[in-house]
T-cell receptor, first 118, second 112 residues
Framework: AQKVTQAQTEISVVEKEDVTLDCVYETRDTTYYLFWYKQPPSGELVFLIRRNSFDEQNEISGRYSWNFQKSTSSFNFTITASQVVDSAVYFCALSEVLIIQGAQKLVFGQGTRLTINP | SQTIHQWPATLVQPVGSPLSLECTVEGTSNPNLYWYRQAAGRGLQLLFYSVGIGQISSEVPQNLSASRPQDRQFILSSKKLLLSDSGFYLC???????????FGPGTRLTVT
């Protein structure tokens, strides 16, 4: 069965510090997708990134960067020079693709609550 | 652009009462639709998904049911709510072009 583990329940840092959120996954599929979502206090989930299992290149988007390492089944998320607006719960997710139906089911980690203090 | 609506935004219901949460999607056709539940302080659990009108797949046995009467409408229901049904319910759809999943604003349900 697929599983996503976010071992860090809560992280608190001071503004401008760099912070890394860990994500470790388990799957028997050879084709899968990994995601990160941000959930601000309003509750709505905001899509951040999707990465497929064949693309291990690291990605950078502004202050955000992601490190995908298939050898360790990890997909870690780093925020550089954190800001108060980055405070939120962050979820890592893994998808199983049902080819016949074309449906995709996401398995979520428990989330990491990130607090950036001014 | 695609938009996903959910209502109501918040709901307080007594135990044993019925439930109906609605989700509609605009700007796309034949989407795969999903219902997730997030219990307080926890991750998201997939409840149901649908690949077309009248087609519902249930992920976990529970007190809830889902229906898809129209292409872009997905309804979550219960005949009798339990205290354990409290949570934050999120509807989502998947783009068949890039497989990105987008979520609605959610409904916060409190069963008293």
């Amino acid at each position: 069965a697929q599983k996503v583990t976010q071992a860090q329940t809560e992280i608190s840092v001071v503004e401008k510090e760099d912070v890394t959120l860990d994500c470790v996954y388990e799957t028997r599929d050879t084709t899968y997708y990994l995601f990160w979502y941000k959930q601000p206090p309003s509750g709505e989930l905001v899509f951040l990134i999707r990465r497929n299992s064949f693309d291990e290149q690291n990605e950078i988007s502004g202050r955000y960067s992601w490190n995908f390492q298939k050898s360790t089944s990890s997909f870690n998320f780093t925020i550089t020079a954190s800001q108060v607006v980055d405070s939120a719960v962050y979820f890592c997710a893994l998808s199983e693709v049902l080819i016949i139906q074309g449906a995709q089911k996401l398995v979520f980690g428990q989330g990491t609550r990130l607090t950036i203090n001014p | 652009s695609q938009t996903i609506h959910q209502w109501p935004a918040t709901l307080v219901q007594p135990v044993g009462s019925p439930l109906s949460l609605e989700c509609t999607v605009e700007g796309t056709s034949n989407p795969n639709l999903y219902w997730y539940r997030q219990a307080a302080g926890r991750g998201l659990q997939l409840l149901f998904y649908s690949v077309g009108i009248g087609q519902i797949s249930s992920e976990v046995p529970q007190n809830l049911s889902a229906s898809r009467p129209q292409d872009r409408q997905f309804i979550l229901s219960s005949k009798k709510l339990l205290l354990s049904d409290s949570g934050f319910y999120l509807c989502a759809w998947i783009s068949r072009e890039n497989y990105e999943q987008y979520f609605g604003p959610g409904t916060r349900l409190t069963v008293t």
